[in-house]
């Protein structure tokens, strides 16, 4: 099955911009892999910030934004602040299967 | 409310089985596609298998197929998990929940001793 690359670790100060990523292994990735991203804190269970590459819950934040870049997803969050320290996740569609990113764990300071 | 109660977890000896439940309310759960997904202690996030509305169309990571069977029984707004063989590697809490809604259970750990 497909792998899907994200950054291991980032680091943003707070107030500031920061773009995460995830690669396919199977080449670029369109909206037809339907990106999903997930946000999870400590001992928490994952909550869905981004479905269908763009899309945004009505919790999501509006600091957060997701689009594709350079043939990856992405998930930009513009205005960091301390609540956003956490893992995310991006997860894409292999019509059928599905495949999770390794986790970005996002550092603010 | 959306609730969706995972149940059935618990420690099993390698080469064992367990069935998780997941019991889902507040949604019409026939209309949905059902997922599970796992996350193993300290690691990330695993997605497991799905399967659409009608309980006709199934999927499965690589690492379980053979050993694990999705199921649902739409008049009891209910999803299973059959784990068959179950190995170390398949430690983990695992959540039931819909992508698109983003209704996901609390998790239920699955500790298996090798």
């Known amino acids: 099955q497909a792998v899907v690359t994200q950054e291991p670790s980032l680091t943003v100060s707070p107030g500031g911009t920061v773009t995460l990523t995830c690669g396919s292994s199977?080449?670029?990735?369109?909206?037809?892999?339907?990106p999903y991203w997930f946000q999870q804190k400590p001992g928490q269970a994952p909550r869905t910030l981004i479905y269908?590459?763009?899309n945004k819950y009505s919790w999501t934040p509006a600091r957060f934004s997701g689009s594709l870049l350079g043939g990856k997803a992405a998930l930009t969050l513009s205005g960091a602040q301390p609540e956003d320290e956490a893992d995310y996740y991006c997860?894409?569609?292999?019509?059928?299967?599905?495949?999770f990113g390794g986790g970005t764990k996002l550092t603010v300071l | 409310e959306v609730q969706l109660v995972e149940s059935g977890g618990g420690l099993v000896q390698s080469g064992g089985s367990l069935r998780l439940s997941c019991a889902a309310s507040?949604?019409?759960?026939?209309?949905?596609?059902m997922n599970w997904i796992r996350q193993a202690p300290g690691k990330g996030l695993e997605w497991v298998a799905n399967i659409n509305p009608d309980g006709t169309k199934k999927s499965y990571v690589d690492s379980v197929k053979g050993r694990f069977t999705i199921s649902r029984d739409n008049a009891m707004s209910s999803v299973y998990l059959q784990m068959n063989s179950l190995r170390a590697e398949d430690t983990a809490v695992y959540f039931c929940?819909?992508?698109?809604?983003?209704?996901w259970g609390q998790g239920a750990l699955v500790s298996v001793s090798s």
């Open positions: 997860l894409f569609s292999y019509n059928g299967p599905w495949v």
């Open positions: 199977t080449g670029a990735v369109t909206s037809g892999h339907y």
């Open positions: 269908d590459t763009s």
């Open positions: 507040g949604f019409t759960f026939s209309s949905f596609w």
């Open positions: 929940g819909n992508l698109r809604a983003a209704y």
